[in-house]
């Protein structure tokens, strides 16, 4: 069993649509939550983090932790067709190898 | 701006063949990565250096080795290439903070073919 799983996906969702993306982990140890943005053919890049649980508001992106159920969420409201990417969500536990899930494609139509 | 450069957007090599895959920061940060992602898998954790000359395996070294001879610069080496390693080849780097999230700054990737 993976230490993180995620759905890959492919997402599919009309402009303006809230979206939900979620993983799962099983290493209790960790402390760090971060979702990252991956645009076809470039590098990832940090979108937010989380430190332990709870919940995190950045524009129109909500990063969300629930610790007790080994579960975060990345919810993104009013989505565009500039947020279609790959999420990946990745974790830690404040050491410095990051583990990442299998990323979320998403595609928001126009 | 940080700045992860790769050596090759874009490399194909034939089985059996020694590859270098290089990589290059510019923010004088003290840890280095090395991934490989392929579809359904995510990113992998092939090896990371914390410093000059130090290195740890990731989760699967199995196939290459590294060497990190200055601070900035990171190299990927597959010793004997084989069609299992193609894929993705994805550098990072991150400044050592201590406990922290330790963001991670990617270069573009190199896609890898062996053929």
């Known amino acids: 069993q993976k230490e993180v799983e995620q759905d890959p996906g492919p997402l599919s969702v009309p402009e303006g649509a809230i979206v939900s993306l979620n993983c799962t982990y099983s290493?209790?140890?960790?402390?760090?939550f971060m979702w990252y943005r991956q645009y076809s053919r470039k590098g990832p890049e940090l979108l937010m983090y989380?430190?332990?649980?709870g919940n995190k508001e950045d524009g129109r992106f909500t990063a969300q932790v629930d610790k007790s159920s080994k579960y975060i969420s990345l919810f993104i409201r009013d989505s565009q067709p500039s947020d279609s990417a790959t999420y990946l969500c990745?974790?830690?536990?404040?050491?410095?190898?990051?583990?990442f899930g299998s990323g979320t494609r998403l595609q928001v139509q126009p | 701006d940080v700045k992860v450069t790769q050596s090759s957007r874009y490399l194909v090599k034939r089985t059996g063949e020694k590859v270098f895959l290089e990589c290059v920061q510019d923010m004088d940060h003290e840890n280095m990565f090395w991934y490989r992602q392929d579809p359904g898998l995510g990113l992998r954790l092939i090896y990371f250096s914390y410093d000059v000359k130090m290195k740890e395996k990731g989760d699967i070294p199995e196939g290459y080795s590294v060497s990190r001879e200055k601070k900035e610069r990171f190299s990927l080496i597959l010793e004997s290439a084989s069609t299992n390693q193609t894929s993705m080849y994805l550098c990072?780097?991150?400044?050592?903070?201590?406990?922290?999230?330790?963001?991670?700054?990617f270069g573009p990737g190199t896609r890898l073919t062996v053929l």
């Open positions: 990745a974790m830690n536990t404040g050491r410095r190898a990051l583990t």
């Open positions: 989380t430190y332990s649980s």
């Open positions: 290493n209790s140890a960790f402390q760090y």
């Open positions: 990072a780097s991150s400044q050592d903070g201590g406990r922290s999230y330790n963001e991670q700054f």
